[in-house]
């Protein structure tokens, strides 16, 4: 079905409220409000796998070590493994003494015992109650009048009364009463207070400080732009009776994407409290983020009351918990948020840092605030854990950025974010069969290995020598690649024909090879191509300087796949590095070209001729059954110059899918086989 035309004959848009008098606009947030986390309830009800309770322990730890003091740990009446976990908190004596556990409960008696039972023996709790009260609920969900919705709530927030004053007088708990008018933003306003100020007077108790009220007011769907909350909220708290001894709190969901600037605007107009999830995660497109509305508050010099000193740690927190990743470009979080691949960026936060130094010497000498002040850039990222290159610094126990932190710190090397991921897929193997610890040592010794990186463990395939030079002037190329020292091979510049004459070390043979392309890397891709029939292309390079002393390095990463790849399949990871810039490209390549070669494997096998003999030795090797489907040649050139050529189709276990491999060899018998093991390599690929 289409969009329509006219949607106003099918959608009807929400009803400003008249507040000609409205403060907010003038007002800014001058200080945090009180932070409530629901990643363990509303976040957690909104994962397609709900968190165990080890993530849910491991959560609710993260949330109170960077500083949140009310969470909402569980819906415990709704399932035993909720209020197994909620007891167990309490039981186990998880829950530091500042902290509040808040739990929700719809308005239904035998649930509310359940939840106070849950949290009874606590420090500090929070009896979180709603009921829905827009009209569309009232009347068509619950068939109630508003008469009948107040006593609903009125009757039940009584029964918690007395039952959390049983518990406070036979534990010592402390408790707090926190009321939802569930969608909130869909209720007529002057319900919403007539229903809120009825609850205050059966709860009895509301004073000052902790004794104040909880009015919880959500966005339960996010229906308007985030102007008409704040002058809901303003409005509200404008009618409330005693609003002295409430807390009114937001609850913003994401429907229309601007929870973020809902909840700052309703901050504005008088909100004291935000309940949300880290980054955003809850029913639907989410709850409000409460990373985002703490950094927003740090970056305008306002103490946040949240430690987001290590924001990658909670990153991997969260994304071990919930499954979900934190997306690249999340504000403050994302790993390119601090990046510039702009060159013209890049020049400008290059003049900012200089500029700013010169500043700061100043403001030093006379006294002042050194200000951050930086184009691109408006915290410093080193406040959260980050560098200036979108690599972020962990611990050694950070996962994949831990290893990538332990490799830059004993190796220089900064590894691209997708080499990161493969290189901690080897190290996890290793980990896996060893059952230990991986210690430094153990992960740049694997990654030397893997990457054949360093005299001590070069591959098949070793760099000796190399000239480079512009294919399209005749002549000798210049030795140890002079010709190349003014141009990098990751240049954006219009490339160049290069030629590329060099001597590799093939199995321990020394063997001369040439080749040329649009740059350094092409050529020497040309050169094995040619010589070593081993058909790789670039799919991504990058490369940094590596500083070692007074001497000045360039460290460079290449990943190459063969043709056909499919996308999302990985390639093959190369390292290099070298004085000279071409050299470490050149290396790299290699690198990842013996990765793709793998060690020598000595095969036997057996058969009616030398192609199925081939077969037989790979089957017996991978495990795998191969076909031949078809099979053809040709010859190439004419007289003492030509070479055959070969072109086979294979299947694979019987199944349909085919991939067709090349060879070409002076030899006929050695082209059909190259060809064999180029189709089979193809299989390997895609799978």
């Given at each position: 079905?289409?969009m329509?035309?006219?949607?106003?004959?099918k959608y009807k848009?929400y009803?400003?409220?008249?507040?000609?008098d409205?403060?907010?606009?003038?007002?800014?947030?001058?200080?945090a409000p009180?932070?409530l986390?629901?990643?363990?309830?509303?976040g957690n009800q909104a994962?397609?796998?709900p968190?165990?309770?080890?993530?849910?322990?491991?959560?609710?730890?993260?949330?109170?070590?960077?500083g949140v003091?009310?969470?909402e740990?569980a819906y415990p009446?709704a399932?035993?493994?909720d209020f197994?976990f909620v007891?167990?908190?309490?039981?186990?004596?998880q829950?530091?003494?500042?902290?509040?556990?808040?739990v929700?409960t719809?308005a239904?008696?035998?649930?509310?015992r359940?939840t106070?039972?849950s949290v009874?023996?606590?420090?500090?709790a929070?009896?979180?109650?709603?009921?829905a009260t827009?009209?569309?609920?009232?009347?068509?969900?619950?068939?109630?009048s508003?008469e009948q919705?107040?006593?609903?709530a009125?009757?039940?927030?009584?029964l918690?009364?007395q039952l959390t004053?049983?518990a406070?007088?036979?534990?010592?708990?402390?408790?707090?009463?926190?009321?939802?008018?569930?969608?909130?933003?869909?209720?007529e306003?002057?319900?919403?207070?007539?229903?809120c100020?009825?609850?205050k007077?059966?709860?009895g108790?509301?004073g000052e400080?902790?004794e104040r009220?909880?009015f919880?007011?959500?966005?339960?769907?996010?229906?308007?732009t985030?102007?008409?909350?704040?002058?809901?909220?303003?409005?509200f708290?404008?009618?409330?009776?005693?609003?002295?001894?409430?807390?009114?709190?937001?609850?913003p969901?994401n429907d229309?994407g601007?929870a973020?600037?809902?909840a700052?605007?309703?901050?504005?107009?008088?909100?004291?409290?935000?309940?949300?999830?880290?980054?955003g995660n809850?029913?639907?497109?989410g709850n409000?983020?409460?990373v985002?509305?703490?950094?927003?508050?740090?970056?305008?010099?306002?103490?946040?009351?949240?430690?987001?000193?290590?924001?990658?740690?909670v990153?991997?927190?969260?994304t071990q918990?919930?499954?979900?990743?934190v997306?690249p470009r999340?504000p403050?979080a994302?790993?390119?948020?601090f990046?510039a691949?702009?060159?013209?960026?890049q020049?400008?936060i290059k003049?900012g840092?200089?500029?700013?130094?010169?500043?700061?010497?100043?403001?030093?000498?006379?006294?002042r605030?050194?200000?951050w002040?930086?184009?691109?850039l408006?915290?410093?990222?080193?406040?959260?854990?980050?560098?200036?290159?979108?690599?972020i610094?962990v611990?050694?126990?950070?996962g994949?950025?831990?290893?990538?932190?332990?490799?830059?710190?004993?190796?220089k090397?900064d590894?691209?974010?997708?080499?990161q991921?493969s290189?901690?897929?080897?190290i996890q193997?290793i980990?896996?069969?060893?059952?230990k610890?991986?210690t430094?040592?153990?992960?740049?010794g694997?990654?030397?290995?893997?990457?054949?990186?360093?005299?001590?463990?070069?591959?098949?395939l070793?760099?000796r020598s190399f000239?480079?030079?512009?294919?399209?002037r005749?002549?000798?190329?210049t030795?140890?690649?002079e010709a190349s020292?003014?141009?990098?091979?990751?240049?954006?510049?219009?490339?160049?024909p290069?030629?590329?004459?060099?001597?590799?070390?093939?199995?321990?043979?020394?063997?001369e090879?040439?080749g040329?392309?649009?740059?350094?890397?092409a050529?020497l891709?040309?050169a094995?191509?040619t010589?070593?029939?081993?058909?790789?292309?670039?799919?991504?390079?990058?490369?940094?300087s590596l500083?070692?002393?007074?001497?000045v390095k360039a460290g460079?990463?290449?990943?190459?796949i063969?043709?056909?790849t499919?996308?999302?399949?990985?390639g093959?990871?190369?390292?290099?590095?070298?004085?000279?810039?071409?050299g470490?490209?050149?290396?790299?390549?290699?690198?990842?070209?013996?990765?793709?070669?793998?060690?020598?494997?000595?095969?036997t096998?057996?058969?009616?001729?030398?192609?199925?003999?081939?077969?037989?030795?790979l089957?017996?090797v991978t495990?795998?059954?191969?076909?031949i489907k078809?099979?053809?040649?040709?010859?190439?050139g004419?007289?003492?110059?030509?070479?055959?050529?070969?072109?086979v189709?294979?299947?694979?276990?019987?199944?349909?899918?085919?991939?067709?491999g090349a060879?070409?060899?002076?030899?006929?018998?050695a082209?059909?086989?190259?060809?064999?093991?180029s189709?089979?390599?193809?299989?390997e690929?895609?799978h």
């Open positions: 079905m289409p329509l035309k006219d949607p106003s004959q848009p009803t400003p409220i008249n507040l000609p409205r403060q907010w606009p003038s007002r800014t947030i001058t200080k009180i932070w986390s629901t990643d363990l309830r509303d994962l397609a796998n968190m165990s309770i080890p993530q849910k322990t491991l959560f609710f730890k993260k949330l109170v070590e960077i003091k009310e969470i740990v009446a399932s035993d493994t197994g007891r167990g908190l309490i039981e186990k004596k829950v530091p003494d500042d902290v509040w556990l808040q929700l719809p239904r008696a035998d649930l509310i359940r106070v039972e009874s023996g606590a420090k500090r929070i009896i979180h109650m709603y009921n827009s009209p569309m609920f009232r009347e068509v969900v619950f068939g109630n508003k919705t107040i006593a609903l009125v009757d039940h927030t009584k918690i009364r004053e049983e406070t007088a036979k534990y010592g708990t402390i408790f707090r009463y926190e009321y939802s008018p569930e969608t909130f933003t869909q209720t306003l002057d319900f919403a207070v007539e229903i100020d009825a609850v007077a059966a709860w108790k509301a400080g902790d009220i909880i919880n007011l959500p966005a339960t769907v996010e229906i308007a985030p102007n008409h909350y704040a002058d809901q909220i303003e409005l708290q404008r009618k409330i009776t005693e609003r002295e001894k409430i807390v009114i709190s937001l609850h969901h229309r601007t973020i600037a809902a700052e605007l309703a901050q504005m107009a008088g909100a004291d409290r935000v309940e949300g999830c880290l980054f809850g029913e639907r497109t409000v983020d409460l985002v509305l703490g950094m927003n508050l740090y970056s305008q010099g306002v103490d946040p009351q949240l430690d987001l000193s290590d924001m990658f740690s990153t991997e927190t969260v918990c919930n499954d979900l990743f997306h999340h403050w994302g790993e390119l948020v990046t691949f702009s060159g013209s960026h020049d400008a003049k840092f200089e500029h700013q130094a010169r500043r700061h010497a100043l403001d030093s000498q006379e006294g605030n050194r200000y002040s930086m184009p691109y408006p915290i410093d990222p080193a406040d959260i854990g980050c560098n200036y290159e979108a690599i610094r611990n050694s126990q950070s994949k950025g831990g290893i990538a932190y332990i490799v830059k710190q004993a190796l090397l590894m691209p974010r997708r080499m991921m290189f901690y897929q080897v193997a980990s896996d069969k060893t059952g610890e991986m430094t040592e153990d992960i740049t694997a990654f030397r290995k893997t990457y054949c990186y360093g005299p001590k463990n070069e591959g098949r070793a760099l000239a480079i030079a512009d294919a399209s005749p002549g000798t190329p030795p140890e690649s020292r003014s141009s990098s091979p990751s240049s954006t510049a219009t490339p160049s290069r030629r590329f004459v060099g001597k590799l070390s093939v199995d321990g043979i020394v063997r090879v040439r040329s392309g649009t740059g350094p890397l050529a891709l040309d094995i191509r010589y070593l029939d081993v058909d790789l292309a670039v799919r991504e390079y990058s490369e940094h500083e070692e002393g007074t001497e460079s990463f290449v990943e190459l063969t043709p056909g499919e996308r999302g399949v990985g093959f990871w190369g390292v290099g590095a070298d004085a000279d810039i071409a470490s490209g050149l290396r790299a390549v290699l690198s990842a070209a013996n990765a793709y070669i793998g060690d020598l494997t000595a095969l096998g057996e058969g009616n001729g030398p192609l199925s003999s081939l077969i037989g030795a089957e017996s495990g795998k059954q191969y076909e078809e099979y053809t040649q040709h010859s190439i004419a007289g003492s110059g030509s070479r055959a050529a070969s072109f189709e294979l299947s694979l276990d019987g199944g349909e899918k085919t991939a067709w060879g070409a060899d002076e030899d006929i018998t082209s059909g086989l190259r060809a064999v093991l189709a089979a390599s193809r299989f690929n895609k």
